[in-house]
């Protein structure tokens, strides 16, 4: 069972931005689909990003393209999400997922969850 830890969450500015990492321990992601999730208070969560382990596959929200960038590190195992431009509707805590599959089009969380991080966009 592979372990994740997100970091990287903070307290910034409207159009300010955040690099959140995901690492894995445990195991390597190996041949899985990494995902980005959220969820703000209130409401359910939701995708972001996620990218293919193998060959760096992306998809995206449509609520954060052009903005948010996921990238991976096989070396150190590592699976980046790249947020800039942010704005408040952004404020959440994002979740790391190691196995994200796409069902009818939607994304479809399988693996375990990180503790999630915190990301607080406010003036």
């Known amino acids: 069972q592979v372990q994740l830890v997100e970091s990287g969450g903070g307290l910034v500015q409207p159009g300010g931005s955040l690099r959140l990492s995901c690492t894995a321990s445990?195991?390597?992601?190996?041949?899985?689909?990494v995902g980005w999730f959220r969820q703000a208070p209130g409401k359910e969560r939701e995708f972001v990003a996620a990218?293919?382990?193998?060959?760096?596959?992306?998809n995206y929200a449509d609520s954060v393209k052009g903005r948010f960038t996921i990238s991976r590190d096989v070396a150190k195992n590592t699976v980046y999400l790249q947020m800039n431009s942010l704005k408040p509707e952004d404020t959440a805590v994002y979740y790391c997922?190691?196995?994200?599959?796409?069902?009818?089009?939607?994304?479809?969380?399988?693996?375990?969850w990180g503790q999630g991080t915190q990301v607080t966009i406010s003036s």
């Open positions: 997922n190691g196995d994200v599959s796409f069902v009818g089009g939607s994304a479809s969380p399988r693996g375990s």
């Open positions: 445990g195991r390597t992601f190996s041949n899985y689909r």
């Open positions: 990218i293919t382990w193998a060959y760096g596959s992306t």
